[in-house]
Structures are given as structure tokens and as C-alpha cells.
């Protein structure tokens, strides 16, 4: 019987994340997105992720009202969405109520498929969405961060994809977001998941390093279900593989897609238009499509790097950056061999950079490496040792329970904090992720409500319909 390899289009998305920094607004959207609906793919992956920061942060737009919007306009597509279970969408846990609250809000407002990982694999930080996912009818998938390591055996990730399917998750996602996965390996890896797991696994994996088409077809052969990929105009570099190529590579095959490649032609087209509008501002940056290797040298993803080079330009060391890329995997190891994704990989890294520049190693301690080895991010893949948590913890005691267990339910704390700001009852959960940024942006808001109105309208206090 053919199978038919299913395609999550990432162009509204990731792709623009990864490529101009998640600075694609709803206006550059719109008017494609009818044509997008009727391409019939598997689903479309809109929103998460960083879009949260960058609309509020950047684009002063509603994300809310991006999600309301993209919902009309792609009535026929399951649409998705990346959140990092206990963190949501900010930068720290946050208590259970706040986390299954924003499931529901996003569940009500469009979001069909929660794409929800966790930077440590620590199941724990994941039970809170699924379960709120479930409730909510929506479809769960468990995003396993793939990295390299001895700890990182296709035992180690047999045994998480088990869990994940224990828990009650719909599907498995390997997210290879450092473009560490190899063709061959992507093959082994899916067989060994397959017959370990009867869910179905889907394949996210960028192509920083040049490998991300042929992970794909030798994905595919091994039995992958689904695999993610991006409008060719913002596909290759740090980005993903080309969905046009791919879906011709599997034409007249057992995993033919089934998409038309005149219709695609013709949404190339249009994202063409918009990536020399980023090229002639400056925001498409045409080394950022350059392929990279060094990441399977080094097994530091590719922003990674960039950040340490930055780090040690402002401190004028510059000439230790080969010393800093020799240091990052004993940090990592130190710390428990953590996958090196947001936010363990700025952990790991900054450590690096003070490490070197200082001289000695752990001389001074970041808050947030501190937070690692005490386990307040979860529990690492490997055990810390017990001497070097006592050189960072001092007398502090380590957490062993889950995270979230030791904190209050706090969203009517933060109702009350932001209530002279609500217009939408989902406001409090922007709030929540960026209490520093999102009163600037509902000033914005309300401002702009002003001036169009001319005095502040009635229409504006009222919840939104979903």
C-alpha cells in the first residue's frame, strides 16, 4: 500500500524565525494564505515559537489576533504551533494553571496540533500540556530535542519516545534543531522508533549543515510519517528544506505527497516578492543561507555560535574563541550533558565564554548555570556529579521533584498585575511570558484604539469573539 508522506509547510513560521528573525508580520501574510489553504497540506506550522516576542516586541501586532486571523483565512488547514511545555513561551517555568490555561486559549483561538518539547527531555515538563492538550480535543506531539553524546544512544531515545507514548501524546517529533542528524542516522533512528512506538513520527530538521533533503528521503524510507519543510524562497540555510524539491523527489513514488507542484509554483512566487523585500532592508541576510558544517565538528548549533563570537567581541577576546568552542563540551558535561537548545545552549555557552575570559574554571557562575545544576530546569539526561553540584550549589540543596511542583498557582496574580491593561481575557497570558515588554505594547494598543476612534471604544473591553 503507498504511504503518503505528509508535509508541515513552516514558511509562516519557522522558517522566517530562523532566516529574519521572526520578523515576517500578519500584513506580509495575508494575502497568500487563502492560496496556501488549498494546498492540502498535512499542517501548517503558524505560530509559537518565537512569534509571541517578536509581534509585541517588534511588530507591535496582537499574536492573538495574528492567530484569529490566520485561522479565517486557512479554514481547511490544521494549523500548529511549537511551545516548550513548563516554560510556555517565556523564559522561566511557570505554575500549572498559567500552562494549561494557555492550551485552552490556544486551543479556542485556532491551533489544532501543539508541537510542545522540553530542553532537557525531562518528561516531567511536558505532563501538565499533554494532559491540558487532551482535555481541550487538540493533538499533542512530543517534540524529542535531538542532539549527539554519549548518553545519546538510539537506546536513550527509544526509551523517551516509549514515555511519550505512555503519557498519552498523539505523535513524536524528532526535532533536530542544531542540523546534527545525518542521513544514515536519520534512517536508523526512525526504524529503531517505529518498531519501539506505534504513534506516528514526524521529522524537523533545518539545513544549516546541507544535510536536511537527503535526512528527508532516507527518513522517509525507514517510515517517517510526516517531515517539515519551507517554501523554497525562505528554505536552505539556517532554515529548512525546500518543500517544492522535496515534494518533487517523492512524485510518482510510494511516498508521493500528493501536492501539486503548479500550485506550489505559484505561493513560491509571492514569498519570492517578499524575500527581496528582506534582502532590500537589510533583513534577509544572504549568509544566513550559506551552508555550515562546522556544527557537526563542534555539535554547537549554529546560533550558538554567533552568540559566543559576540560575547567575546564585547569583552575584546575576540582570539579565545577556539579555546571557547573546546570548553563548551566540558561545560555541557559538567552540567549533565544537557541537549543544547533555548535556553540550556545560552546557558552552556555564556559558562563557556566566563570560564575562559576569567581563567579558571566556574570562577564566577551565572544565575542561570547555577539553576541548571540545581535541577530548577528539570533533571539533566545525565546525572550531575556530586562534588561539582556541591563546588556550584554550595550548601543549597538540589531540586529532584518536578520543577513546577514547587510553585503557587499564580494566574490571579498576574490578572490582578495586568488588569488596568486587559482587553482579551488572553492577555494575561501575554503578560505572563513578557511582563517587562507587553504593558509598552498594550499602551500601543491602546493608543492606536484612540487615535482611531478618537476616544477609547466600548468594543475594546469586550472579549473577543473565538
Not at 257 to 263: R, S
Not at 382 to 396: M, R, V
Amino acid at each position: 500500500m503507498a504511504k503518503k508522506l505528509g508535509i508541515t509547510e513552516t514558511v509562516l513560521r519557522d522558517a522566517h524565525q530562523s532566516l529574519i528573525a521572526t520578523r515576517m508580520s500578519i500584513d506580509e501574510m495575508k494575502p497568500i494564505m487563502q492560496e496556501m489553504d488549498k494546498i492540502g497540506f498535512h499542517s501548517a506550522e503558524v505560530w509559537g515559537g518565537a512569534t509571541f516576542d517578536s509581534c509585541i516586541r517588534f511588530l507591535n501586532e496582537d499574536p492573538w489576533e495574528r492567530l484569529r486571523t490566520i485561522r479565517r483565512e486557512m479554514p481547511n488547514t490544521k494549523l500548529q504551533m511549537l511551545f516548550r511545555g513548563q516554560n510556555m513561551l517565556g523564559y522561566r517555568h511557570y505554575a500549572d494553571d498559567c500552562v494549561e490555561y494557555f492550551v485552552q486559549k490556544s486551543i479556542a483561538n485556532g491551533i489544532d496540533i501543539i508541537r510542545i518539547f522540553d530542553a532537557l527531555n525531562d518528561i516531567r515538563n511536558l505532563e501538565t500540556a499533554v494532559k491540558a492538550a487532551k482535555k481541550e480535543k487538540g493533538h499533542a506531539q512530543i517534540a524529542i530535542s535531538y542532539t549527539l553524546g554519549d548518553v545519546f544512544t538510539h537506546e536513550y531515545y527509544v526509551n523517551y519516545a516509549k514515555q511519550i507514548e505512555s503519557l498519552g501524546a498523539d505523535s513524536i517529533c524528532i526535532k533536530d534543531m542544531a542540523a546534527l542528524l545525518t542521513p544514515y542516522e536519520a534512517s536508523a533512528l526512525v526504524t529503531e522508533l517505529k518498531k519501539a512506538v506505534k504513534i506516528p513520527i514526524q521529522l524537523h530538521t533545518h539545513y544549516t549543515t546541507g544535510l536536511a533533503s537527503m535526512c528527508i528521503i532516507k527518513a522517509a524510507e525507514a517510515g517517517v510519517d510526516v517531515v517539515d519543510t519551507a517554501m523554497s524562497p525562505l528554505a536552505l540555510g539556517t532554515s529548512h528544506a525546500p518543500t517544492e524539491s522535496i515534494v518533487a523527489a517523492f512524485q510518482g513514488t510510494e511516498y508521493d505527497t500528493g501536492l501539486d507542484l503548479v500550485k506550489l509554483g505559484e505561493i513560491r512566487e509571492y514569498f519570492m516578492g517578499l524575500r527581496q523585500k528582506y534582502i532590500d532592508n537589510g533583513l534577509l541576510d544572504p549568509k544566513m543561507l550559506a551552508t555550515d558544517a562546522k556544527t557537526l565538528i563542534y555539535q554547537v548549533p549554529g546560533g550558538m555560535l554567533s552568540n559566543l563570537l559576540s560575547q567575546l567581541k564585547q569583552a575584546g577576546k575576540e582570539d579565545k574563541f577556539n579555546e571557547v568552542l573546546e570548553e563548551v563540551p566540558r561545560v555541557r558535561k559538567d552540567a549533565g550533558s544537557p541537549p543544547l537548545v533555548t535556553p540550556s545552549s545560552q546557558i552552556v555557552g555564556t559558562q563557556a565564554v566566563f570560564n575562559v575570559i576569567l581563567g579558571e574554571r566556574y570562577k564566577n557562575v551565572t544565575k542561570e548555570f547555577k539553576e541548571l545544576v540545581r535541577g530548577g530546569y528539570g533533571k539533566t539526561p545525565e546525572p550531575i556529579a556530586a562534588e561539582f553540584s556541591k563546588k556550584i550549589l554550595g550548601d543549597e540543596k538540589p531540586i529532584t521533584c518536578r520543577p513546577a511542583d514547587l510553585l503557587e498557582p499564580e494566574l490571579e496574580k498576574l490578572r490582578l498585575e495586568c488588569k488596568e491593561w486587559t482587553e482579551q481575557e488572553e492577555d494575561v497570558l501575554t503578560y505572563a511570558m513578557f511582563p517587562k515588554v507587553a504593558p509598552k505594547f498594550f499602551k500601543a494598543r491602546r493608543d492606536k484604539k484612540y487615535n482611531i476612534d478618537g476616544a477609547h471604544s466600548d468594543a475594546a473591553s469586550k472579549v473577543h469573539p473565538v
